[in-house]
């Protein structure tokens, strides 16, 4: 049977926690690096669609939607392996993280697309403004989460073991790379030291966050 293939940019940080997680788990993959701005044309023709990250099932289904395919992923080829904590309160911490770290991606691609895809005359600096504000507030909600929790986060023996704590440094050099006068590493030092122990293990340094990004519109 073929090999499940991941489609995407690891500059996007929903690709890049698919294919780290993946990796953590055990779990074999092709990634092909098919950006959705850059080499739309040839996205569309593997998923109409165009949404980053898609995953092609050994029969050739499409799936999308990171949290989805990470769902799928541990119910059908892990073999019960898992990068949650079982106990439900622990679990609902997890929740937690994971939920900010979603929020920062968020805001940091949205802050992208109004800064590169929208011409200059068009954009919206309250709304640019407010978008900043909320992802300043995702990684101040974030730091407090690594700050009572970051031992539990944390790679153990040198392998990101929960998906809290990938997220939350993918989310970082994420924001970091896309809104560095938000992202301090002064303001945000438990996440910041966090996100160095993840960067440093063998299945991020196997994903790094290279692309294209989101071009500028073509003058």
Sequence with gaps: MPAMRLIGMLDSPYVRRVA????????????EAVSVVSTFEQFQR????????????????VLMDSSLILQFIEAAH??????????????QHDFRALSLALAACEKGVQSIYERNLRPADKQHAPW????????????AGLEHEVVQRGAALAPRDGVPARQAGIT??????????????????????ALAALAAQMEATEAFQSFPPVGPGVSPPAA
């Excluded at 593997?46 to 289904?61: Q, R, S, W």
């Excluded at 892990?78 to 679990?91: F, H, K, N, V, Y």
């Excluded at 939350?168 to 030092?189: K, L, N, R, S, T």
């Design 168 to 189: 939350a440094a993918v989310a970082w050099q994420f924001v970091g790379a896309v809104e560095p006068d938000v992202a301090h590493a002064q303001a945000y030092p």
């Design 78 to 91: 892990t073999g019960g392996r898992a990068l949650w904590p079982s106990d439900p309160a622990e679990l």
């Design 128 to 139: 640019l403004a407010r978008v900043r504000g909320q992802l300043a507030a995702a990684l």
């Design 20 to 31: 780290i997680s993946m990796r953590c788990l055990g779990v074999p993959f092709e990634h």
């Design 46 to 61: 593997i998923n109409p669609v165009v949404k980053a990250p898609t995953l092609i099932c050994a029969d050739g289904e």
